[in-house]
């Protein structure tokens, strides 16, 4: 394989690459050697002579580069040998700063904060933090029976921390967010159990305040669902950990951050699935309806958002204006397997790769309006592993937002119903020649057939038309009548069902208040529920009125 940019090539026959978050640095594998070269000078900056190298990372501020290789035991490796090493880009040396033993690749790299003060390592049931790159004493600890996985939000001064605790011997498995420093099981910001998960990933907004957990069952237990189960919550630096309530069953395809904007969008459901914007009050704020998607691509401004339907699906994108939430376009990308926006926001690439697709390996360049911008396909013999755009050191001002969709647009943007030749408009008349024999066959004028032509209609047929006329206006009659008296029916249920939560909720919060009397120390949701009391008794005396 060879690694390519506009500025030149930096390797053939590498096995993996990776690129700093400012688009200034590039790591090259070659399953020998591991370079690091700086994009903008066009050299190499560090050569590491690591065989069997099948990973590698790069710190926020391209300081170290971190690389992993399948962990062996052979007779020139012994036990416990580290496969993880951890290297200094910005002072070079001949070994490396710290090293251990990662076995899997879930989770094997160090987790940096966003200006690399701190930096976390999950190892089994601890996980420890440097400070400013030390790696020769550990600054701080976090020691549970279990940790199935750490999470370092984005964000600066306060640093924050979750952790994932998996079940153990039956006992419920539950994420807790940390101010970094106060580590005590007691000094939890925010905390949420579940009752068995099999995997949990936090996805955070921009700013690390809020997050969406995702705690996925391979095994739907219910059988409505071949691919699972997953629920979603929400949890912020506030304290808050509420389940997001889903209107539709059915698998989650995706949840993503507005990048600069407090507010996500879900895709959930059975497929067609249904596409939500929710604020960080957990409600739907917009309904972009149903559709055959799997992936939500917000440009890097968060003024732009993709729908799309890609892998499995027919490659069908839409895009939505983030404000007014209007259609922008609506068009398809067949066989696309990769996507992803430029820096500048307007503009952005898909890609048909192996080894997903091995045959017609290609990538597009396109506009948002679904103009094809540039186009190049690979020869026959070659395969195309990977694209990426080279990152920005900065996110670029917004670009601007086209002209949406008119009515007229959308309405022939959708497939239309097939209808035969002899109902579209100006199409061919429904008429049958009949072959003259010389009689003077019924209905038949100038050899062409029509019904009822020239037939008196009977009295008879006249009274059974009457009659049927009357039996479907009564029939209206009693249906109107019925459809009535249901909706009234179903307006005093709903106000009795919304009551009667109420004073359920108002005689929570008596016992809670008794509680606290008692001197029993009550949680902040628990003390937030409290205040509502004013609020939920005014509701309950507008619906006893």
């Known amino acids: 394989a060879v690694v390519s940019t506009q500025s030149g090539h930096y390797g053939r026959g590498c096995s993996t690459v990776c690129m700093s978050q400012n688009g200034e640095v590039i790591a090259v594998c070659d399953g020998e050697k591991t370079r690091v070269y700086n994009i903008r000078a066009d050299k190499v900056i560090l050569e590491l002579d690591r065989p069997r190298t099948m990973l590698v990372a790069l710190s926020p501020y391209n300081t170290h580069v971190i690389t992993w290789k399948q962990y062996v035991v052979d007779e020139n490796t012994p036990a416990n040998t580290p496969n993880v090493e951890v290297w200094s880009i910005s002072e070079p040396q001949d070994t490396p700063v710290y090293s251990y033993v990662k076995r899997s690749q879930v989770q094997w790299e160090l987790l940096w904060t966003e200006d690399e003060k701190y930096c976390a390592r999950l190892c089994n049931a601890e996980v420890q933090f440097f400070l400013n790159n030390d790696f020769t004493k550990v600054e701080s600890r976090i020691q549970r029976d279990k940790i199935g996985g750490v999470f370092v939000p984005p964000g600066t001064n306060p640093y924050h921390v979750a952790l994932y605790v998996p079940s153990i011997k039956g006992s419920h498995a539950f994420v807790q967010l940390y101010c970094y420093g106060a580590f005590e099981k007691t000094a939890a910001i925010a905390n949420r159990s579940f009752a068995k998960v099999d995997s949990v990933d936090i996805k ?144 952005f690439i898909t890609g048909t790769l192996s080894p997903r697709l091995r045959q017609d390996n290609e990538f597009k360049i396109w506009n948002v309006k679904g103009k094809i911008l540039h186009h190049h396909r690979v020869d026959k013999d070659v395969q195309l592993w990977q694209l990426k755009w080279v990152n920005s050191p900065t996110v670029l001002p917004a670009p601007p937002i086209p002209a949406p969709l008119t009515s007229k647009e959308i309405a022939a943007a959708k497939p239309q119903a097939y209808r035969p030749p002899s109902s579209r408009s100006g199409g061919p008349q429904a008429t049958r020649k009949l072959i003259d024999h010389g009689s003077n066959l019924p209905n038949v004028n100038d050899g062409v057939y029509k019904p009822h032509s020239g037939n008196q209609v009977s009295k008879q047929a006249l009274k059974n038309q009457r009659k049927r006329e009357n039996r479907a206006a009564n029939k209206a009659t009693d249906a109107a009548t019925t459809d009535s008296k249901d909706f009234q029916a179903a307006v005093v249920d709903e106000r009795e069902k919304k009551l009667k939560n109420l004073k359920k909720k108002y005689t929570q919060i008596q016992k809670l208040k008794a509680q606290q009397d008692s001197g029993k120390v009550l949680e902040k949701n628990q003390i937030d529920k409290i205040s509502t009391e004013k609020e939920l008794l005014e509701e309950i005396a507008k619906l006893e009125v």
Request: charged share 20%; with cysteine; net charge neutral.
């Open 204 to 347: 955070f907004n921009k700013t690390g305040k809020y997050g969406i957990i995702m705690a996925a069952n391979d095994v739907d237990k219910s059988g409505t669902s071949y691919y699972g189960q997953t629920l979603l919550y929400f949890i912020s630096t506030r304290g808050e950990s509420n389940q997001i309530i889903l209107d539709k069953n059915g698998p989650v395809y995706s949840a993503q951050w507005n990048p600069s904007r407090d507010e996500f969008i879900i895709l959930y459901g059975f497929m067609p699935c249904k596409a939500a914007v929710y604020n960080t009050k957990c409600d739907v704020i917009h309904n972009f309806g149903e559709n055959h998607y799997n992936e939500i691509l917000f440009n890097p401004q968060g003024n732009m958002v993709g729908l799309c339907g890609f892998g499995n699906l027919r490659g069908k994108m839409k895009f939505y204006d983030t404000t007014t939430k209007k259609m922008l376009s609506e068009f398809t990308a067949s066989d696309t397997t990769y996507f992803e926006w430029a820096p500048s926001g307007d503009i």
